[in-house]
């Protein structure tokens, strides 16, 4: 019982870990963020100058990252100044810079923690791989019902996922009057989350193989 109960533990920790990872890394590399925001929020649409683009991105990816710098950016348009973001606004990333520093250190704390759990159970290897893979299997059916809801129904589960991650209504922005909901529109987050799970489902699979010529492995030791 205890080494099942340290495979499900590995397994859980592990797949949190790499979807926090999955999260963090594509939202704060410019890379990843400046394509989607300039596809899905042209200047156009935005009111903001295509040249300021790639300094906003920057600025935003920095922030996320948990730079100490002011969630702002000020540019010019025929001699006016003008700040792009309002008070509102930067509180509601103040709420979400914290979230990324949650999704930072689980990145880590989790792959640590099954690293040592594997070492520490050498003794029942196969044992362990076989739990452990049996929950990442459990753990892909559950996410598979989430996605197709997704795919049913994306707007309402954005909805829901914003009411469990934040304790006020700061995210509920007017794209009349919040520039930052016109950087990041609905088709913007769409993409984002697909990014996010073709990148977790990457680092599951590869657990998958991974646990899979463990368990196979000639001359293992008998466990079950």
């Given at each position: 019982m205890?080494?099942?109960l340290?495979?499900?533990l590995?397994?859980l920790?592990?797949s949190i870990g790499?979807?926090?990872a999955?999260?963090y ?8 963020v400046?394509?989607?925001m300039?596809?899905y929020?042209?200047?156009e649409?935005t ?7 790639a300094p906003?991105?920057s600025?935003?990816t920095?922030?996320?990252?948990g ?5 702002q ?9 003008y700040?792009?973001?309002?008070q509102k ?5 103040a ?6 520093a ?8 989790p792959l640590?923690?099954c690293a040592?759990l594997?070492?520490l159970q ?8 076989k ?9 892909l059916?559950a ?6 809801a997704?795919c ?10 914003h ?8 995210w509920?922005?007017d794209p009349r009057t919040?520039l930052?909901i016109r950087?990041?529109p609905?088709?913007f987050?769409?993409?984002?989350a697909?990014i ?7 680092g599951?699979?590869?657990l998958?193989?991974?646990s899979?010529?463990i368990?196979?492995?000639?001359n293992?030791?008998?466990?079950e």
């Amino acid at each position: 019982m205890k080494h099942i109960l340290l495979s499900i533990l590995a397994a859980l920790l592990m797949s949190i870990g790499l979807l926090a990872a999955a999260i963090y890394i594509p939202a704060t590399a410019d890379w990843a963020v400046r394509p989607l925001m300039t596809h899905y929020a042209p200047p156009e649409d935005t009111g903001l100058p295509a040249e300021e683009y790639a300094p906003v991105v920057s600025m935003i990816t920095r922030y996320l990252q948990g730079d100490e710098i002011p969630f702002q950016h000020v540019f010019s348009v025929d001699g006016a100044e003008y700040a792009a973001f309002n008070q509102k606004e930067q509180q509601h990333m103040a709420d979400v810079q914290e979230l990324f520093a949650l999704c930072q250190a689980l990145t880590s704390i989790p792959l640590t923690l099954c690293a040592s759990l594997i070492l520490l159970q050498k003794a029942n290897l196969t044992l362990l791989f076989k739990w452990f893979r049996r929950t990442l299997i459990a753990i892909l059916a559950a996410v598979t019902l989430i996605i197709i809801a997704a795919c049913i129904d994306f707007d309402s589960l954005f909805v829901l996922f914003h009411k469990v991650a934040f304790t006020n209504d700061l995210w509920l922005l007017d794209p009349r009057t919040d520039l930052l909901i016109r950087l990041m529109p609905i088709e913007f987050f769409v993409s984002y989350a697909a990014i996010i799970g073709g990148l977790w489902l990457l680092g599951m699979a590869g657990l998958l193989v991974v646990s899979t010529i463990i368990i196979n492995k000639p001359n293992k030791p008998k466990g079950e």
